[in-house]
């Protein structure tokens, strides 16, 4: 079992930039993948980003070279730089952990705001 806490959320200006962070409660070195959803106001959660443990990363098709997800394993910890934000990025971005057992394991962080003025 694993734990999630996002934090950096904010506010900030068209344009501006963010980095999010996803503190994990245990070691982050044996997750599987690590990702990054996000779910704005009547829409259904998507996939912002994601790092598989072997370094791969996978974006959303909306990201376009602007966001960059990372991992530290020493801090236990997975980041999310934004950049070039719009508003159209704004919403609850929550992170993820998937990691195998024998069995899938998915476990979610509460979520932090990332709300982007025009």
């Known amino acids: 079992q694993v734990q999630l806490v996002e934090s950096g959320g904010g506010l900030v200006q068209f344009g501006g930039s963010l980095r999010l962070s996803c503190a994990a409660s245990?070691?982050?070195?044996?997750?599987?993948?690590m990702g990054w959803y996000r779910q704005a106001p009547g829409k259904e959660r998507e996939l912002v980003a994601k790092?598989?443990?072997?370094?791969?990363?996978n974006y959303g098709d909306f990201v376009k070279g602007r966001f960059t997800i990372s991992r530290d394993n020493a801090k236990n910890t997975v980041y999310l730089q934004m950049t070039s934000l719009k508003p159209e990025d704004t919403g609850v971005y929550y992170c993820?952990?998937?990691?195998?057992?024998?069995?899938?394991?998915?476990?979610w962080g509460h979520g932090t705001q990332v709300t982007v003025s025009s």
């Open positions: 993820n952990a998937k990691y195998f057992t024998g069995s899938w394991s998915d476990y």
């Open positions: 245990r070691s982050i070195s044996s997750i599987n993948i």
């Open positions: 790092i598989i443990s072997g370094g791969t990363t």
